[in-house]
């Protein structure tokens, strides 16, 4: 592992995106990162389902990870084509398929595994809103491991600055930036897990807890895009906002509006 020198109060580790290799066989910490989510997402997952009396099997609770899995992937790539670069890929529809260069939207992979829940449940016969809950509260493990690898990639980086922890990213050219990666790992991960961890410790509403997470994230990421960089090829939409703000607005109001109606609901039905 070499340090980057820089003139910052922090110093980006600059770590080989390889951790293990044999041969042409190459492990990727980024790669680590999303396993590593998913493990933590199918133990807790497990230990909530018997918790709260949801009857899912082990072999229902692989199916639904898969599924979840496979949500992520389509539609974080489907997300990024479409919200993010819409342009290029029109011209280039071949590179869709190019993953290995990069480009996976959280918002789209969201409506990935939003439409990979509905599928799920139908099949199994489960109630949507107890698997959305489960699922949503396991979701910042994925989401803060996955911005640890955003960090060790060295991508995503933040807007320059001169404050004291602010960082020079081997991608982002000489000036020191903020660590937007670090900030989302811990608002977007740890911050929002222990939030949901309280709130399912209460007696609420179905769902409440998936449409907290909605609206959690969408508070979480539209503080963050602040301090990071926006896209190059996107830059500011209205000339302050990015395209990752845009995206949460609706996230925070449906969030919101859901769990009021929610407890309405529920108020209505005592």
């Given amino acids: 592992m ?5 003139l910052a109060q922090l110093q980006y580790p600059e770590i080989d995106p390889i951790f293990f290799q044999i041969g042409p066989l190459a492990f990727r910490w980024y790669g680590l ?3 590593l989510g998913l493990g933590g997402a199918y133990w807790l997952i497990k230990a909530r389902a018997v918790k709260k009396h ?3 099997s082990p072999q229902q609770l692989s199916d639904l990870i898969v599924f979840a899995a496979f949500g992520v992937f389509i539609g974080g790539r489907l997300g990024y084509v479409l919200f993010y670069n819409l342009p290029f890929y029109l011209d280039n529809p071949l590179k869709v398929f190019a993953v290995w260069e990069g480009g996976m939207s959280f918002h789209g992979g969201l409506l990935g595994v939003c439409v990979a829940l509905v599928i799920f449940c139908k099949r199994r016969g489960f109630s949507m809103a107890s698997i959305a809950d489960l699922a949503a509260g396991a979701a910042p493990i994925g989401l803060g491991f996955g911005r640890l690898g955003n960090f060790i990639n060295g991508e995503l980086f933040g807007r320059a600055t001169d404050v004291e922890w602010c960082m020079v990213f081997p991608q982002g050219g000489p000036e020191c930036r903020h660590p937007s990666q670090l900030y989302e790992a811990g608002l977007e991960g740890l911050t929002l897990f222990i939030l949901l961890t309280i709130i399912n410790r209460w007696n609420t509403p179905p769902g409440t807890l998936f449409w907290t997470f909605i609206s959690g994230y969408g508070v979480a990421r539209f503080f963050v895009e602040f301090f990071r960089e926006p896209d190059s090829h996107l830059g500011f939409i209205f000339q302050w906002v990015t395209m990752g703000q845009l995206l949460c607005i609706p996230m925070i109001t449906l969030g919101l509006i859901m769990i009021l109606r ?3 609901q529920s108020k209505n039905s005592a």
Avoid: K
């Fill in 33 to 35: 990162m999303y396993l």
């Fill in 2 to 6: 070499n340090v980057l020198p820089t």
């Fill in 54 to 56: 949801i009857p899912l």
């Fill in 262 to 264: 929610g407890y309405q």
